[in-house]
């Protein structure tokens, strides 16, 4: 029932905007500043490696993680230099105006969860929540914004799917 009413209500729909829109602007205007401020990771990385989450006997809970940004983040820190300020504007501009917005939120989760492993609390977890809705939500999340044009389009020409919305995620 409350799947049904998140993924088909128009009444959602319209809140899921409103929500869409206000994380939307949180992540393009974190992007955007990072993009023509610059942006440096490094300092970022090597604190996570430094300061690394620990559980309460004080061994590190994300060892795999930490493993991962020291083996593969900081020599290719400049991949990420990239990658982070603008993936965070395209998620940003995909929530703003709900176009491929389950995989913009989706994308959202993953830097939110990837500054979670890092030890960066902020409003990751605001954040998260929002985006849980958001991708559960599927096509619903983007119905009032180009998602409406935008997704059956794709159906109909790329998947040579039947154009009608159902309760799938896209």
Known sequence: MLMKTL???NIV????????????????????????????ATGFLK??????VTGPDGSAVYGWYTTFIEAFAIPNVELFNFLIPWGEAAVGLGLMLGCLT???????LVMNFAFFFAG?????????LMGFFIVTAGYNA?????????????RKNLFKLDTSVSDEVV
């Open 102 to 108: 389950t995989a913009a939120a989706f994308f959202g």
């Open 120 to 128: 960066t609390v902020s409003h990751n977890p605001t954040d998260i």
């Open 7 to 9: 993924r088909n209500n």
């Open 142 to 154: 983007g119905k009032f914004g180009l998602d409406r044009w935008v997704i059956p389009y794709i």
């Open 47 to 52: 604190n996570a490696i430094a300061n690394p």
């Open 13 to 40: 729909a319209a809140i899921l905007a409103v929500i869409r829109i206000y994380l939307g602007y949180a992540w393009f205007s974190a992007g955007y500043h990072k993009i023509i401020d610059g942006f440096d």
